[in-house]
């Protein structure tokens, strides 16, 4: 009966130590990170494509395709390549660009031409990510929607605020598949 008793508090020592490893090992990650983020662990290089662009604001495609590529890098630790040699490739197309929604408006004098006070940017897209070892997609989005909002005539500030937001949701749902 002793040794039966003195093997229960051996095994649970073991589980607890078992336990106290995992939860130390979490720790670390979450601190720093582990390549790929939240991807399958055969995905650790990636190519961003340049994104299409169907607006009239040449800029945009440069923009979020650098914003994009930077977020890849950084937050889920995946090292550029090209497209032929890519574990993953992210494309898209920016759909939709309207630079000046108004959000807010103060009174004009005797009530007549009110001034915007606050705008807004909104930014729609497609984008996919594949995984070109299994040949699927890993995560991908139809008329996704981010916007920003700036003081007029700021609207870089907007579009900075629309990108940081587009990088999160691209980041957030890539992670969230595994």
Known sequence: MIAHRRSTLVSGAARSARWCTTAALGSLGCLYGFAGGGLPAHIRTVAVLPFDNQTADPALTQEVTDAIREAMERTLGLRPAGEATADAVV???VVRYEPDIPQSFQPGVEGRNPQVTRRRVQLTLTVEIIDQ????PLWQRSNLTVDGEYDPPNEVEGRQAALKKLVRDIVDGAQSQW
């Open 91 to 93: 494309r898209g197309a």
């Open 133 to 136: 070892r299994e040949g699927r």
